[in-house]
């Protein structure tokens, strides 16, 4: 059993410390919000993600887990301090490091003892060398024995407990080969590929990972809008693309757009980091512009199909930026709600999970018990966010209590023949429908 201290409760920080915590550690979880840490003591999780509320409840009664806000409670003992605070976009697309800054402030002020810093939020490349500077600089006359080792996460919200727990791979950077192994022992039971580095490159896996997979996306929905206007079927041509042993399946499924808290935030960092050194992010660039017009496009053809969007209803099904999570950061959703608003429509929406959320920044919107209180009078419904619970809707419900039969379908989730053959005029991304 290894004492560590994790500090942040987001997505990130309190599942990785549930996670540790169930492999037998002791962890102790910390945040400077008091009202955050006395709800989660309490049962209450500031986030929903499944599997999670069991998981810290199970490891609290057993004792391995502990929630604090005091930095000399949670670093007392620890030989293990994980940096697991947001870095949330600046004006210019840069990572914005003020609370990885005060982390590194406050351990520098409290610990006596030697001990691994590990990154394990989002950070630019060289994040790790400037921490490790900020420690060094605070301990001007009273050097710490510490080092800094990055540790990047790769937890998708919506399985983040799965995904901790059957990783595809730990990567590991530092410059201190014999810190990294001791962090790698954490992860030894998970059975699981080790990939040890130096820093940069660690920070710099993260990046390159996630830009990729938003690339994918941006790449297939450009393939999507060329189908719609070719007669073509997009999600016939991914899975003939995806057939290739070289291409694979993942992330080529049409849509809305990526969004959340990781690949507008990352993509946008990355950007940035690379014209702040000369070099030109081109693919970069258009992966992002892609993505943005994504959703205009969506909102240009309900405009055409509906003659304009003043005083209509429009019900959307989903607010979250994707299924099994309530994060609505950068959410397709509230991007469409937005541009649709400006012109006049009257919105109402349903989620699962995210409607609470949602309403803190949607107050013109009308949330609703359920998909078909959402249709009711509505002049189109708009899928945005793939639930399991709208694969199955009655649509001949739906057609009774709309005002004009119109369904686009963000998500490719229905089949169109299905959805026509009800009654509805049907639109989907890349379904070849405008041939």
């Known amino acids: ?9 987001g997505y990130v920080g309190l599942s990785t410390g549930a996670c540790f ?11 400077i919000d008091e009202e955050k840490i006395a709800n989660i003591r309490q049962g209450i999780m500031p986030i929903y993600e499944p599997g999670l509320k069991e998981l810290v409840e199970r490891n609290i009664h057993a004792g391995r887990l502990f929630f604090t806000s005091d930095y000399s409670e949670a670093l007392k003992d620890s030989r293990y301090a994980f940096i697991a605070v947001g870095t949330p976009s600046g004006v210019d697309g840069e990572a914005d490091l003020q609370y990885v800054r005060q982390v590194a402030e406050m351990i520098a002020d409290t610990v006596n003892h030697q001990l691994i810093v590990i990154n394990k939020s989002t950070v630019p490349v060289g994040t790790g060398d400037w921490v490790a500077e900020i420690i060094n600089k605070r301990r001007e006359g009273s050097p710490l024995a510490f080092s800094v080792v990055s540790n990047p996460e790769f937890l998708r919200e919506g399985s983040a407990i799965t995904d901790f727990m059957s990783p595809d791979r730990v990567v590991l950077g530092s410059e201190d080969r014999q810190a990294a192994n001791q962090v790698a022992q954490l992860y030894l ?3 699981c590929p080790i990939i040890i580095t130096n820093l940069r490159t660690a920070e710099m896996i993260k990046y390159a990972s996630n830009a990729f997979l938003a690339t994918r996306i941006s790449f297939i929905n450009e393939i999507a809008n060329i189908c719609e ?15 290739d042993k070289r291409i694979g399946n993942a992330f080529l499924d049409a849509g809305l757009g990526w969004g959340g808290s990781c690949f507008p935030k990352d993509v946008k960092a990355l950007a940035h980091m690379a014209v702040l050194h000369g070099t030109q992010p081109q693919l970069l660039q258009a992966v992002m512009d892609i993505n943005r017009n994504q959703r205009r496009r969506v909102v240009m053809r309900l405009r055409k199909e509906l003659g304009s969007f003043q005083d209509k209803v429009v019900g959307i099904l989903g607010l ?7 994060d609505t950061r950068e959410a397709p959703a509230v991007e469409l709600i937005h541009l649709m608003q400006n012109e006049g429509a009257m919105i109402r929406a349903y989620d699962p999970q995210a409607m609470e959320v949602a309403s803190r920044h949607l107050p013109r919107v009308q949330m609703c018990s359920d998909p078909y209180q959402v249709a009711e009078g ?3 419904l708009v899928l945005v966010t793939e639930w ?11 057609l009774q209590v709309m005002r004009k039969p119109v369904i686009f379908d963000g998500r490719n989730l229905w089949e169109p023949e299905r959805i026509r053959s009800s009654g509805f005029t049907y639109l989907g991304i890349g379904r070849g429908t405008s041939i």
């Open 229 to 243: 206007e070719l007669g073509a079927d997009v999600r016939e041509v991914s899975r003939g693309m995806g057939a």
């Open 189 to 191: 039971s998970l059975r």
């Open 320 to 326: 979250s930026f994707k299924p099994n999570t309530d």
């Open 1 to 9: 059993m290894e004492t560590l201290c994790v500090v942040g409760t």
């Open 388 to 398: 399991n619970e709208f694969k199955n809707l009655d649509f001949e419900k739906l």
């Open 21 to 31: 915590a169930d492999l037998g550690n002791r962890v102790f979880c910390l945040d």
């Open 378 to 380: 509505a002049d189109a």
